[in-house]
């Protein structure tokens, strides 16, 4: 098929802006961030519809039709293989407006969904009526229906409840030519006569899909291998008569290049009351798969396995989570999950599994049935999608041989197999899967950043197909083949199938219109790489520490896991969950700036007005830094891009008003009362316009004394008693400025705990403000200026120093280091949050009895960096009701929110999680925020509610106890 022509595509997006009531993108920036999915390919679409409802569907694929041009369904992009993105396509994006879960039926046990409806949205529908769809990757939370029939998703549980194909009741469909038709289940002879019988192009098509089949009989008996898990290829055996001319099944996998889904109905399984994990330790890998088949018997839900590099990946990548503490021994683990009507039932289950294990004498064995525990062990085996692309020793691993299968019971075989080959060719991997049904997943250090490394790839692909089949495998075991696999086929398939898989897709698609190269005379699998083409050397400012100083690869970070498009929980990323733009996610930012780096569909540099206006709404809350399961920190991307876009330029005013805040608090410090009065007057309106303000922020109350200078007051007339440990408050600007009495209740409870409180000989300011709208220039010189205060004070370099608000902890912790290599180490070492502070320096100290009820809003800065673990011990001391909430960044993010254009998104961050809940807390339940832009947030926002630091609450108590 020609692509069109420049001229031809502007007409078509006039065309379809003219005809259509959803988006029609045709830029640079979405065209960027539609061109990749989770997989190692790049293909620039030419442009992206997001249809609002389903007439939009027709009438775009009618004017690309129209145009000859070619069209990709995409659901939330975690396609693998490639098959999510098209050269010259025109990308339809279900996910954004056709995202219903239309009606549960709980007697018949179906759902009906639109193509876009997110797998867990659907969950959450089905379980009201105790159901549950059956199959469930592990990226449940994001991926849609759509997207798991195209390409015939598993998950975990799959071992019992199947696959989608094995799941799905009736397709409905749209055909390229604009047929519409709904196929269905196994049909009697009659019921396919009828079809026959039917009148135009939907007779025609039964009459050639039925003579196919009858043509072909003994071919596809004979050249389709069975599989609990076969994804590659068309599945033609579902046409056979003694599988009942099973449409439904025949175009579940076909990964979008037969025709467009319109809407499904799917069959639901009982959800089980009750579960209980066996966890399984085994000394290695092959010797925990050749264990499976004497467990499947026992009729598990899972069967999962997991290796101790796994594990190592893990650690390596952050934190060690607890949850792997009940790891029993071994160097390999099986996740087996049975279900039951009651406790007791799936505990009875779970012992019957443990005691099969423990036949093995070398096998070790736990049953886990606290709920939390649980979902904790399996949050560790769903992050290998995204912790497996970064092996232990810090080198990148990339898909392309990701989801092999082989029967269960060869599993144990083919791992010696695949590791020996793996050591052929000096590459290496983490495999890891659903051992149950022998699927194995497998990230590689493929060499594909230069040419030297695409025949170590190609061969590598080629004698692993050929291992898969020598085992009577599947290339693919569970994401379909794209261009990952598909020229691989025809080692797999007879030469008489893979003419079959042309004419199937022939029948349905004569135009070749629909995900054109994806199954059918495909692309070459070392083709389209995104990791080719141009670099443009850019000049850097930050040092990218865990990326060999290279931008390039830390934006590579991304894999297109997509855990930022995750909308139901966690910090990341909520800029994406207040607009739902793609290019407003860390992946779609992570996609342009890489794009920015190759200079072609983003050929400005660093003066690129995509990027920029996609970091724009980025609130540098740091979420991804810490939810990613690669760690992408876009907080620190966009601060360098910021840096070099205003270098030498021009700032927009924001930056210099808030910026430099910092050093007009100071000035306005000298008259505070009169800045109160200015503040609250006509010119207020005039001042917030000329400062880049939004007219509806309140500016707050300057207080009529800095807490610097009321502990000048208070250290006078209060001296520390003799022999007190010293330790080293910071006053951060906001507090010092605006909020003295958070700084205040510090000094009152440290002193309580026996202290002596001591200040920086002189201002300090962590920096912030100039760090997060890049002048980074000027960061510097205030963070070496306050680490002279530091000094001055004559006090012992390993003082600890306590920071009230985390933002400007978390700096001192982790961007300090970075503005000044080692000089900010001692600084970032010895800096601990309040909580920590008192948790680790005191851990034995009498705290005041407060058993009252609290919800706490958690910065975002502190989750990311900081951590909460020592909140949660001081408020256990403190015997406080705590629920922290699910709410994730609280929208205001420092500067962000008070600047013009930004406070529709900060109003709707906040009002996703955080403000419904202020709003429905009892009035004597506290409030607890520590940062003060949360607080902010809320005071401005929540209708008068005040929330208070963790000091100013053992404060109130320490004074209500006197």
Excluded at 84 to 89: D, K, N
Excluded at 534 to 554: F, I, M, N, W
Excluded at 783 to 804: I, Q
Aim: charged letters at 25%; glycine letters at 10%.
């Amino acid at each position: 098929m020609s692509r069109p022509s420049a001229a031809a595509g502007a007409d078509l997006a006039r065309e379809l802006a003219a005809a259509l009531h959803g988006d029609v993108r045709f830029g640079a920036a979405e065209r960027t961030v539609y061109s990749h999915d989770a997989s190692n390919y790049r293909h620039l679409p030419l442009g992206v519809v997001k249809p609002a409802d389903l007439d939009d569907v027709r009438t775009a694929l009618a004017l690309c039709r129209q145009y000859g041009t070619p069209v990709v369904a995409r659901g939330a992009g975690t396609s693998i293989g490639g098959q999510a993105i098209g050269p010259g396509a025109v990308i339809l994006d279900f996910r954004r407006y056709l995202g219903a879960v239309l009606d549960v039926d709980p007697e018949r046990r179906t759902a009906r969904v639109e193509p876009g409806a997110v797998l867990d949205d659907l969950q959450r529908a089905a379980r009201r009526h105790g159901l549950r769809f059956g199959p469930d990757p592990s990226t449940h939370s994001r991926c849609t229906l759509g997207g798991m029939i195209g390409n015939d998703s598993c998950g975990a549980h799959s071992v019992a409840w199947g696959r989608t194909s094995d799941n799905v009741e009736t397709l409905e469909l749209l055909l390229a030519d604009g047929t519409e038709l709904t196929v269905g289940g196994a049909l009697a002879p009659a019921e396919r006569a009828a079809l026959r019988a039917l009148p135009g192009r939907a007779g025609e098509l039964h009459r050639s899909l039925q003579a196919f089949t009858d043509r072909n009989l003994a071919v596809i008996r004979q050249g389709m291998p069975e599989l609990p898990r076969r994804t590659s290829g068309y599945p033609l055996d579902a046409l056979l008569p003694e599988r009942g001319h099973h449409l439904a099944r025949a175009l579940t996998g076909t990964e979008g290049t037969c025709a467009l889904l319109l809407g499904a109905t799917v069959r639901l399984v009982e959800e089980p009351a009750a579960r209980a994990l066996v966890v399984a330790g085994y000394p290695d890998e092959s010797a925990a798969a050749d264990a499976v088949p004497a467990l499947l018997p026992l009729r598990p839900l899972t069967v999962e396995g997991m290796a101790a590099d796994l594990v190592a990946a893990l650690v390596a990548a952050g934190p060690r989570p607890p949850a792997l503490d009940r790891l029993p021994d071994g160097a390999c683990w099986l996740f087996l999950e049975t279900g039951g009507a009651t406790g007791a039932e799936a505990l009875d289950a779970a012992r019957q599994l443990a005691d099969a294990v423990r036949r093995e004498r070398t096998a070790t064995v736990s049953v886990v049935t606290d709920p939390d525990q649980q979902r904790q062990l399996w949050a560790v085996r769903e992050a290998g999608a995204g912790i497996v692309t970064r092996l232990p020793g810090g080198g990148e691993a990339w898909p392309g041989w990701e989801d092999s299968a082989v029967p269960p019971e060869r599993l144990g075989d083919y791992l010696r197999d695949l590791r020996a080959l793996l050591r052929r060719h000096g590459l290496h991997g983490i495999p890891y899967g659903h051992f149950g049904e022998g699927c194995v997943h497998l990230r590689i250090d493929f060499p594909l950043s230069g040419p030297q490394g695409l025949p170590v790839f190609r061969e590598f692909m080629e004698q692993a197909a050929d291992l898969a089949v020598s085992y009577g495998g599947s290339l693919s075991g569970e994401h379909g083949d794209g261009q990952a696999r598909a020229e691989l086929l025809p080692r797999m398939y007879r030469p008489e199938i893979i003419d079959l898989f042309g004419e199937f897709k022939q029948i349905w698609d004569p135009e070749r219109l629909l995900n054109p190269g994806a199954l059918v005379d495909p692309r070459p699998l070392d083709a389209d790489l995104r990791f080719s083409g141009p670099v443009r050397e850019l000049p850097l400012a930050l040092p990218y520490e865990r990326d060999d100083g290279s931008l390039l690869k830390a934006v590579h970070r991304c894999v297109g896991v997509a855990k930022c498009v995750d909308t139901s929980t966690g910090v990341m990323c909520p800029s994406y969950m207040a607009t739902g733009e793609e290019r407003h996610s860390t992946r779609g930012r992570a996609r342009l700036l890489a794009e920015m780096l190759r200079g072609e569909a983003v050929p400005d540099g660093w003066r690129s007005p995509e990027v920029r206006e996609s970091l724009d709404l980025c609130l540098g809350c740091k979420g991804c830094a810490s939810d990613c399961p690669v760690h992408v920190d876009m907080a620190a991307y966009k601060t360098e891009f910021l840096h070099q876009h205003y270098r030498h330029r021009l700032r927009p005013v924001a930056h210099y008003s808030m910026g430099w805040l910092p050093l007009w608090l100071r000035a306005v410090a000298l008259a505070p009362g009169a800045a109160n009065l200015i503040a609250r007057s006509p010119a207020a309106g005039l001042l917030k316009r000329l400062g880049g303000v939004d007219r509806r922020r309140v500016v707050p109350v300057f207080p009529p004394e800095t807490f610097s200078r009321w502990y000048r007051r208070h250290r006078a007339a209060h001296p520390a008693p003799p022999g007190a440990r010293p330790v080293l408050l910071w006053p951060d600007t906001f507090s010092d400025h605006l909020q003295p009495n958070v700084l205040r209740a510090a000094v009152e409870v440290l002193e309580h705990l026996g202290f002596d409180v001591r200040l920086p000989d002189g201002p300090v300011c962590c920096g912030l403000t100039w760090y997060s709208t890049g002048q980074l220039g000027t960061a510097r010189r205030v963070v070496r200026r306050s680490l002279r205060a530091l000094a001055a004070t004559g006090l012992p370099a390993d003082t600890p120093v306590v920071g009230m608000d985390p933002s400007c902890t978390a700096t001192l912790r982790e961007d300090l280091p970075r503005l000044l290599g080692p000089d900010g180490g001692p600084l970032a070492e010895r800096t601990r949050t309040f909580a920590e502070f008192v948790d680790e320096y005191a851990p034995d100290a009498p705290l005041p009895h407060l058993p009252v009820d609290a919800v706490t809003q958690t910065h975002c800065h502190q989750h990311a960096v900081l951590g909460t673990a020592a909140d949660r011990r001081v408020e256990a001391r403190l015997g406080l009701h705590n629920r922290v909430l699910d709410s994730g960044c609280c929208g205001l993010a420092g500067n962000f929110g008070f600047e013009q254009g930004h406070y529709e998104v900060s109003a709707a961050i906040a009002e996703r999680v955080l403000l419904p809940e202020v709003r429905a807390a009892a009035p004597d339940t506290v409030l607890l925020a520590d940062g003060f832009s949360c607080r902010t947030q809320i005071s401005q926002l929540a209708e008068g509610r005040q929330a208070l630091h963790l000091a100013e609450l053992i404060q109130r108590a320490l004074r209500e106890a006197r």
